[in-house]
């Protein structure tokens, strides 16, 4: 079983749809998590960090649920910039080493 | 912003030749690390190093080694380039453990 594990996609959604990812990681020491996003043939850039109580940034709610071992982003109001594939990103307890899902992606159709 | 640069963005090599993959960041920040990321696998750790002539094996060292000798330049090498090892090799560098990484552009790497 990988230890960060997402539905590959991909999800295709009109603009303007709402479109919830999904991400479950198996190490129950885990201690932080991100979402990553990576634009086709670019390098993986920093979305969000998740915190324990929720966060939002814009569009954009990261939750984190430690009991399931369950991780979320939710994109309101998709654009058709939003088209990339998002990484879920897990902080081993021991240093500093991420590691990542395989992605979902996105794409949003005019 | 925190830069971090590889020296290649495509690199085409033989089977059997040694390769040598180039990142450097201009930030100095303490962590780095190389990635490859390949179709279905998403990216794994090879080799990672938080401070100079420091390193540690990733996930997947085998066929890899890494040097460190000034804490802005982190090279990866492959000792005797395999086809199994064509892949996109992405650099990172973080500030501290909790923090996020930023990645270099990548470099395209085919063995034939």
């Known amino acids: 079983r990988k230890e960060v594990e997402q539905d590959p996609g991909p999800f295709n959604v009109p603009e303007g749809a709402t479109v919830a990812f999904n991400c479950t990681y198996s190490?129950?020491?885990?201690?932080?998590f991100f979402w990553y996003r990576q634009d086709c043939r670019k390098e993986p850039k920093l979305l969000m960090s998740?915190?324990?109580s929720g966060n939002e940034d814009g569009r954009f709610t990261a939750q984190l649920n430690r009991a399931s071992q369950y991780i979320s982003l939710l994109i309101r109001d998709s654009k058709l910039s939003d088209s990339a594939t998002y990484l879920c990103?897990?902080?081993?307890?021991?240093?500093?080493?991420?590691?990542f899902g395989q992605g979902t992606e996105l794409s949003v159709k005019p | 912003d925190v830069k971090v640069t590889q020296s290649s963005r495509y690199l085409v090599k033989r089977t059997g030749e040694k390769v040598f993959l180039e990142c450097v960041q201009d930030?100095?920040?303490?962590?780095m690390f190389w990635y490859r990321q390949d179709p279905g696998l998403g990216l794994r750790l090879i080799y990672f190093?938080?401070?100079?002539?420091?390193?540690e094996k990733g996930d997947i060292p085998e066929g890899y080694s890494v040097s460190r000798e000034k804490k802005e330049r982190f090279s990866l090498i492959l000792e005797s380039a395999s086809t199994n090892q064509t892949s996109m090799y992405l650099c990172?560098?973080?500030?501290?453990?909790?923090?996020?990484?930023?990645f270099g552009s990548g470099t395209r790497l085919t063995v034939v």
């Open positions: 990172a560098s973080s500030l501290l453990a909790n923090y996020g990484y930023t």
């Open positions: 190490n129950s020491a885990s201690q932080s």
């Open positions: 998740v915190y324990s």
């Open positions: 990103v897990v902080k081993r307890n021991q240093g500093g080493k991420l590691i």
């Open positions: 930030m100095d920040h303490e962590n």
């Open positions: 190093s938080y401070d100079v002539k420091m390193k």
